[in-house]
């Protein structure tokens, strides 16, 4: 088991920049896949990066391709989410997830680990 703690999130306007970290606890962070998932108010939690253990194989959904870029840093244990060019679209609470031994899944259910969100507000 891992536990996972979201920071970075925060009010930005469109166009601009965030940098979210999803750090965790526990010496085999490494055998973990990550994914970023968010919820938007009255939306259901979707889907927006994975990273595979070893940071070599990743997969963003379609709307975030060209923007947003995940990566991390095993030795810190730290995964990370590079948000650039944000839309107001993007505005939810964002939730970091773990799955042990995965090879990064976009399925929800697959993760058995998760963050309490980080909130981002993008203003028009």
């Known amino acids: 088991q891992v536990q996972l703690v979201e920071s970075g999130g925060g009010l930005v306007q469109a166009g601009g920049s965030l940098r979210l970290s999803c750090a965790a606890s526990?010496?085999?962070?490494?055998?973990?896949?990550v994914g970023w998932f968010r919820q938007a108010p009255g939306k259901e939690r979707e889907f927006v990066a994975t990273i595979n253990w070893s940071g070599r194989s990743t997969y963003n959904v379609d709307s975030v391709k060209g923007r947003f870029t995940i990566s991390r840093n095993n030795a810190e244990n730290t995964v990370y989410l590079q948000m650039n060019s944000l839309k107001p679209d993007d505005t939810a609470v964002y939730y970091c997830?773990?799955?042990?031994?995965?090879?990064?899944?976009?399925?929800?259910?697959?993760?058995?680990?998760w963050g309490q969100g980080t909130q981002v507000t993008v203003s028009s």
């Open positions: 526990g010496r085999t962070f490494s055998r973990y896949a």
């Open positions: 997830a773990a799955e042990y031994l995965g090879l990064g899944d976009y399925a929800a259910g697959a993760y058995t680990n």
